[in-house]
């Protein structure tokens, strides 16, 4: 049986309690030491290594990881606009979401809050970790409705997660909206920062000194085109990160993820030139959508895909499959009925996507 639940809009009730991050820590977490690697007790430069019993003939993979990625942090910091220290950097930013509830959520006690539709892994975390959630819907254009939310000063509410640019709508949040909730909640606001690199609008790093219960979750695979390496990024007050730190396994990103990261973050003009590329075709994409009688809506995108509804999602996206082309039907998810989620590709798969359209409609 699934432990999450969808409450009925109620007065919104603000909690004016001051942060406290020792009393957000889960008691055994505040109280456990944690594992120290080979890795860990000695850094820096040496001729011979003999603390980790590794293989010591090289493979080239011979040897343990750097445990904290020392170098894509110092690559990525300036980037950002944080220190090494306000980074956690893991196996995709799924690990953060896992560490996160872990950290802060006691097991069939407490209970986070997500809104609907978003990503999955949100729920499927909580739930693995047997952790409530408490499912709110976004209004009709796919933004917060405070008044949907229940009193913020409930000791159970641990986390609150919030995608923007959201998946499957592709539309940042209100930013005011987020930030009263930062301003109101004495627990933790995530705010799912993966497709951030698309939009003009600012990231919420920007805002991290002013918030302490912030933590903003970015991502290698969509702008810098590293999906297959499984890097995530999530950036927070050095405070949270240590708790993460803590509670992490021990070489969670490997050498070659580490090695491929620093080689992209010496490279950045090829990510903006990738994401220029994108939104280029986003637009062309996004007017051939609505030009096809098929299509009843193309919502807004600040993402690299967008969300069109139309008269048959299944039947199109069956059709679409039967050729080869490969769409998502999003229409089982909740305010997405008859709804395809249609990533932007290459010029050339954008064209055979856009012909193929053509010839159902015809």
Do not use: H
Not at 6 to 33: C, G, H, W
Not at 125 to 152: E, G, H, M, W
Not at 339 to 347: E, F, N
């Amino acid at each position: 049986m699934s432990n999450q639940i969808y409450i009925r809009p109620q007065e919104y009730m603000p909690s004016n309690a001051t942060f406290d991050l020792n009393a957000l820590v889960r008691d055994n977490v505040r109280r456990m030491k944690p594992y120290s690697s080979a890795r860990d007790e000695f850094s820096g430069e040496a001729e011979v290594f003999l603390d980790a019993n590794e293989n010591p003939y090289p493979s080239p993979f011979n040897r343990y990881p750097d445990p904290l990625q020392s170098e894509v942090k110092r690559l990525l910091s300036p980037l950002k606009g944080v220190t090494p220290e306000q980074t956690f950097l893991g196996n995709g930013s799924d690990e953060a979401i896992d560490l996160l509830i872990r950290a802060f959520c006691e097991p069939n006690r407490d209970s986070i809050i997500i809104t609907e539709p978003t990503y999955g892994m949100y729920s499927v975390c909580a739930n693995v970790n047997a952790v409530r959630t408490i499912s709110l819907t976004l209004d009709q254009n796919f933004d917060l409705d405070l008044s949907l939310f229940p009193a913020l000063n409930d000791p159970s509410l641990k986390l609150i997660f919030l995608c923007s640019p959201n998946n499957p709508s592709a539309n940042l949040l209100n930013r005011e909206r987020i930030i009263q909730l930062l301003e109101q909640f004495q627990g933790l606001v995530v705010v799912d920062e993966a497709y951030i690199d698309f939009t003009t609008a600012p990231s919420f790093t920007t805002e991290l000194s002013k918030y302490p219960n912030l933590v903003i979750l970015q991502t290698f695979s969509k702008a810098w085109g590293l999906a297959g390496l499984r890097l995530g990024m999530c950036f927070a007050s050095k405070e949270i990160i240590a708790v993460l730190n803590k509670i992490k396994y021990p070489y969670n990103v490997n050498i070659k993820t580490q090695e491929l990261a620093v080689e992209a973050l010496s490279n950045k003009d090829q990510k903006d030139r990738w994401v220029k590329e994108i939104l280029q075709e986003r637009t062309r994409l996004i007017e051939a959508l609505q030009g096809l009688t098929i299509t009843q809506k193309v919502y807004p995108s600040d993402a690299n895909f967008v969300l069109v509804k139309v008269t048959d999602a299944p039947g199109i996206y069956k059709r679409l499959m039967n050729i080869g082309i490969i769409v998502r039907d999003r229409s089982n998810v909740r305010l997405c009925d008859n709804c395809l989620r249609i990533t932007v590709g290459t010029q050339r798969e954008n064209d055979k996507l856009i012909d193929a359209l053509k010839q159902i409609v015809s």
